[in-house]
Nanobody, 125 residues
Framework: QVQLVESGGGSVQAGGSLRLSCAAS????????MGWFRQAPGKERQLVAA????????YYEDSVKGRFTISRENAKNTVYLQMNSLKPEDTATYYC??????????????????WGQGTQVTVSS
């Protein structure tokens, strides 16, 4: 299975932008639907965006719609999360996750198999 390493987190002011990257090891990245989760202190882990194996289907949690964009480059074994118009409530540790799926056409919102170590995003007001 793949192994995942996130990067791109940091500290920004409200209204700013960050792009998170998640690099996957192995040669089967295109067999995995991908997701970005976040977890703030004292809160449950939350799926914020997901993308199908092909990249043609995406999901966004309501609070990030219109501000976040998930994308992937299968040739580079990488999935991205572009985050614009950041708000203090976006502050969390962001995790990349992978789920091996049969279908190429649909994103996945269930239980993921593989997780990265997380990257911290802090948005100040």
């Amino acid at each position: 299975q793949v192994q995942l390493v996130e990067s791109g987190g940091g500290s920004v002011q409200a209204g700013g932008s960050l792009r998170l990257s998640c690099a996957a090891s192995g040669r089967s990245f295109s067999n995995y639907a991908m997701g970005w989760f976040r977890q703030a202190p004292g809160k449950e882990r939350q799926l914020v965006a997901a993308i199908s194996r092909s990249g043609g289907s995406t999901y966004y949690e309501d609070s990030v719609k219109g501000r976040f964009t998930i994308s992937r480059e299968n040739a580079k074994n990488t999935v991205y999360l572009q985050m614009n118009s950041l708000k203090p409530e976006d502050t969390a540790t962001y995790y990349c996750a992978a789920k091996r799926t049969v279908t190429t056409a649909y994103y996945f919102t269930g239980t993921y198999d593989v997780w990265g170590q997380g990257t911290q995003v802090t948005v100040s007001s």
